[in-house]
């Protein structure tokens, strides 16, 4: 998890680089959605350790645990989309870009990961 947090974090200074580069005001919308996909990536990491901790003698208790951990992403990406968008009056593009690129990093790198394991 930590090779992808690392990846993650990278694209997103590269991306605040980017939009800082455009437009001043794009630099931290950029860092902010970016940090959404990296905080969604810790928290799933951390459920993941905590579940192989304690691994239930039911199955079904343990996809449950992954399903609940799903929910809580994504309404915690929504809130915090919520908040940076409205709230904070972030600039959408740099926001919207920058957390659609960290969170394709994650994708990417599991799977090249999968990929080495297997």
Sequence with gaps: M????????IIVLCFAILFTIKDITMG??????GLIAVI???LH???LARMQQQLAKNPQQDVMKIML?????????LV???VGLSALSLEPTALLLTFGAAYMA???IAA??????S
Aim: no cysteine; hydrophobic share 55%; charged share 15%.
């Design 40 to 42: 969604n990536t810790v």
């Design 69 to 77: 951990g799903a929910v809580e992403r994504f309404a915690l990406t």
């Design 2 to 9: 930590r090779s992808i947090v690392i990846a993650q974090l």
């Design 80 to 82: 915090l989309m919520v």
């Design 45 to 47: 990491g951390f459920r």
């Design 106 to 108: 994650y994708f990417i």
């Design 28 to 33: 931290p919308a950029a860092i902010y959605g």
């Design 112 to 117: 090249r990961i999968g990929m080495a394991k």
